[in-house]
């Protein structure tokens, strides 16, 4: 029963995270995409994937991200 208890819990603290991280990430998605394109020489599918592939390593690295701080300059 403890168990139980412990793993819901966790599953509510994960999907909260994962409800932040999409919330930061929408919030921040257009500002990247557009540095990207410019950095890639206005070429959309290359920032299109470069942005995808930021999104992954922000999420693997998401533990490390400060709540309330600066989430598009980190």
């Keep these: 029963m403890q168990n139980?208890?412990?793993d819901?819990?966790?599953e509510r603290q994960e999907f909260a995270k994962q409800?932040?991280?999409e919330?930061?990430?929408r919030e921040n998605q257009s500002g990247l995409l557009a540095?990207?394109?410019s950095l890639t020489g206005n070429n959309l599918?290359?920032?299109?994937?470069l942005v995808q592939e930021?999104?992954?390593l922000l999420w693997r690295k998401f533990d490390e991200f400060e709540a309330g701080s600066n989430f598009g300059a980190w």
């Design 4 to 6: 139980d208890k412990m």
């Design 8 to 10: 819901a819990k966790a």
């Design 19 to 21: 409800q932040e991280f």
């Design 23 to 25: 919330r930061l990430v």
């Design 35 to 37: 540095l990207l394109f």
């Design 45 to 49: 599918p290359d920032s299109e994937d």
């Design 54 to 56: 930021c999104v992954t």
